[in-house]
């Protein structure tokens, strides 16, 4: 029995770059940095700094001011859920085969956990040797350490209660997936995409390509509205950091500069590990690697959304960092929705800051509860703009923090949450490289590529998103490979008769 993922070639994710190609070549990068610094100079004139117009007046101002930018954010946080869904069943489909997906299966898990512990110790370790909180005045909190009520047992003396690890593990697994969506639940959500796309590939390619078909048609929709979303992009950030500024003013920002330069320093430390990562797993050196994957860098900068950014990551990885189709169409869906190193690092930090403003001590229990919740929060983190402040307040409430700290960062994780997302790129393209190497195949990478050019000129001839059957690239045969040599070696004595010519 052939194995299915053989006779069924749904169009390679890459494609859906082209909704977005022209925002790359136009430097969106760019605008959006002018709109941050334009929409700040707007919020210092309207805000309390400078006491222009009246508080309530800014206020309104600051409103209209974020409209687009709301705008914006609703648009992003709209496709997200139907294009991961579509793409991680899609990435699936296009495996080489079901073996090859079994070795990368564990492989990935295993790495993706690795990458996120990591990614909170050195958060922790980092925010732990600045210290930022104990640079934060007390006029800055909305209640002082004396009025804020801890249980300093609790904090001392939490542990991993390994009774709960199995509900745990079979609460992941989604019983209502129409509520899990409601509820943006990703980590659930990407699951359910995984159960239903190991079914759908085990079946007949008659029965499946329908649905693929459909599938194919959901992610070229849901792209077409990250288009119309990213015109609006550098208008959107220019509103949603006027309407910051207006409201917090200028000074409480940059009173807490030392928590912007303890993430920032954490968040390049990071990116030095995914550099280590590439250069001796994949031989990349790396400033040609960063070189590589900067305008994917770039776009999740100016998007704020790794699943925004997942058909550029995807070609990166494919026409750059020469890796298999096989392998980037299942790591960067699943990667831009469970792989989040930034968000993890960034809750590891964000805790201990708000525990030194609060002059909390943390202890080794309560440090080892924050790496396994940070972890496993980033993990159901919907990759959208916004929802990072939500999910560390759980994150807080677990380790007994004060939820008070919250209103401290607000105002700078604006900010910080675009670089976060220019780093969760990066590392899903770095798991890329690595399962690159570990994971083998039955066809090297040049085979695969000229495996998909076949595909793609003949769903181009008709019109098909999903082509079923063989397909085998022409020049496999031996006499295609025959004549190749004949006219290689017929070239190649050209070409030193055209050189000895040159050099008389």
């Known amino acids: 029995m052939k194995d299915p993922l053989s006779l069924i070639h749904p169009r390679n994710i890459k494609h859906l770059n082209q909704y977005i190609h022209a925002l790359v070549e136009g430097r969106l990068w760019l605008k959006i940095i002018i709109g941050l610094i334009l929409g700040s100079i707007t919020g210092f004139l309207l805000g309390p700094d400078l006491k222009l117009i009246d508080r309530d007046t800014a206020k309104v101002a600051g409103e209209w001011l974020a409209l687009p930018g709301q705008f914006f954010l609703a648009l992003i946080q709209m496709i997200v859920i139907p294009l991961v869904f579509a793409s991680v069943i899609s990435g699936l489909a296009s495996g080489e085969s079901v073996d090859q997906l079994k070795k990368m299966g564990s492989k990935v898990v295993i790495y993706f956990l690795f990458t996120s512990i990591v990614a909170v110790i050195i958060g922790v370790s980092v925010a732990s040797f600045i210290k930022p909180g104990n640079y934060i005045e007390s006029s800055q909190l909305e209640k002082t350490p004396e009025e804020v009520s801890v249980d300093k047992d609790k904090l001392a003396n939490s542990e991993v209660d390994f009774k709960e690890i199995p509900s745990a593990i079979v609460s992941a697994i989604p019983k209502n997936p129409l509520n899990e969506m409601v509820q943006s639940e990703m980590f659930k959500i990407v699951i359910f995409s995984i159960i239903v796309g190991l079914a759908l590939i085990s079946l007949k390619p008659k029965q499946s390509r329908p649905l693929l078909n459909l599938l ?16 609006i992009a550098p208008l959107a950030v220019f509103g949603l950091i006027a309407q910051l500024t207006i409201q917090t003013g200028l000074e409480t920002l940059t009173g807490i500069g030392f928590y912007v330069i303890t993430v920032l320093a954490a968040l390049f430390i990071m990116l030095c590990f995914y550099l280590l990562i590439a250069l001796v797993v994949g031989k990349w050196s790396p400033w040609n ?46 990667g831009a929705t469970v792989n989040m190193d930034a968000t993890a690092l960034f809750q590891g930090a964000a805790t201990i800051f708000i525990a030194q403003v609060y002059n909390l001590e943390l202890g080794i229990g309560t440090l080892l509860v924050l790496v396994a919740t940070a972890v496993g929060s980033s993990i159901g983190t919907p990759a959208t703009p916004g929802v990072g402040i939500i999910v560390l307040s759980a994150v807080l409430k677990s380790v007994g923090v004060p939820l008070e700290g919250l209103a401290l960062i607000i105002g700078v994780d604006r900010i910080l949450e675009m670089f976060r997302t ?24 040049k085979e695969e590529i000229q495996y998909h050019k076949e595909l793609e000129k003949k769903q181009e001839e008709t019109g098909e998103h999903v082509i079923v059957g063989e397909v085998k690239p022409k020049n496999n045969s031996m006499v295609h490979s025959f004549f190749d040599k004949i006219t290689g070696f017929f070239n190649h004595d050209e070409e030193e008769g055209k050189g000895k010519q040159e050099s008389k």
């Open 216 to 231: 194919g048609s959901i992610q070229s929709v849901t792209m077409k509205i990250v288009g119309w979303a990213m015109q």
């Open 289 to 334: 690697y960063l070189s590589k994957i900067k305008e994917a860098q770039l776009l999740a900068f100016s998007t704020d959304s790794s699943v925004a950014t997942m058909p550029l990551s995807i070609k990166t990885a494919q026409e750059k960092l020469k890796v298999r189709p096989s392998i980037s169409q299942f790591i960067i869906p699943v």
């Open 422 to 445: 220019s780093i969760n790129v990066s590392g899903d393209l770095t798991a890329s490289v690595v399962m690159e190497k570990l994971v083998k195949g039955g066809r090297s990478y």
